[in-house]
């Protein structure tokens, strides 16, 4: 079956560390996204991903990078300089154009320890 | 600025009840509407959709919606829920031009169902 994968499930931080999520998708879309979900906020979006080598900026993105170089995977790196990275990560796919909706792996949540 | 706002944090409803969901949104131009429920530590399951047409849509596990532009509402109703549909959820609008195929959420409504 055709579907978003992240893993790990569960991922813990350390103080000054980088931690990477991964988000893998075989459903051939074009489109790729991660978004933030801290209780009572929502889904806030951190970058998205048109096209392979091209991803843009969302509302919460500093302290987070993306790389985009395969069509099926779009791993987000949660930085040192996000001083409050402990949330519910969720990916998202779709295809191109805009009027598909979007496909949602299961998250990964991020503890701090 | 696009914006959704889900009016109601926390909805409790009796199993066989009626429910109704609140939706309003804000937005320039004709918005693609969706709707998702989340259960605990899960993603997003999409239950409905609405792009153009028809304002009234069916989705999956007997939810419905409709759009009506006056009000700038998508409401989500169930005619009868059941215990399973305990879950949390999402109003999304998008087709905007800001942030590509980026959907806004609004910040959930929790549903719990009573026995």
């Not at chain 2, 926390?10 to 939706?23: D, F, K, N, P, Q």
């Not at chain 2, 937005?27 to 509407?33: D, H, K, V």
């Not at chain 2, 700038?72 to 999402?90: C, G, I, M, Q, T």
């Amino acid at each position: 079956d055709g579907g978003i994968t992240q893993s790990p499930k569960y991922l813990f931080r350390k103080e000054g560390q980088n931690v990477t999520l991964s988000c893998e998708q075989n459903l051939n879309h074009d489109a790729m996204y991660w978004y933030r979900q801290d209780p009572g906020q929502g889904l806030r979006l951190i970058y998205y991903s048109q096209i392979v080598n091209d991803f843009q900026k969302g509302d919460i993105a500093e302290g987070y990078s993306v790389s985009r170089e395969k069509k099926e995977s779009f791993p987000l790196t949660v930085t040192s300089a996000q001083k409050n990275p402990t949330a519910f990560y969720l990916c998202a796919s779709s295809i191109f154009p805009k009027d598909q909706p979007q496909h949602f792996g299961d998250g990964t949540r991020l503890s701090i320890l | 600025a696009q914006s959704v706002t889900q009016p109601d944090i926390h909805i409790t409803v009796s199993e066989g009840a009626s429910l109704e969901l609140r939706c309003n949104y804000s937005y320039g131009a004709t918005p693609y509407l969706f709707w998702y429920v989340q259960s605990p530590g899960q993603g997003l399951q999409l239950l409905l959709k609405y792009f153009s047409g028809d304002t009234l849509v069916q989705g999956i596990k007997g939810f419905e919606a409709e759009f009506k532009r006056s009000q700038s509402s998508f409401n989500l109703r169930k005619p009868s829920v059941h215990w399973s549909d305990a879950a949390e959820y999402f109003c999304a609008v998008g087709g905007g031009s800001q942030a590509g195929t980026a959907l806004i959420f609004g910040k959930g409504t929790t549903l719990s169902v009573s026995s």
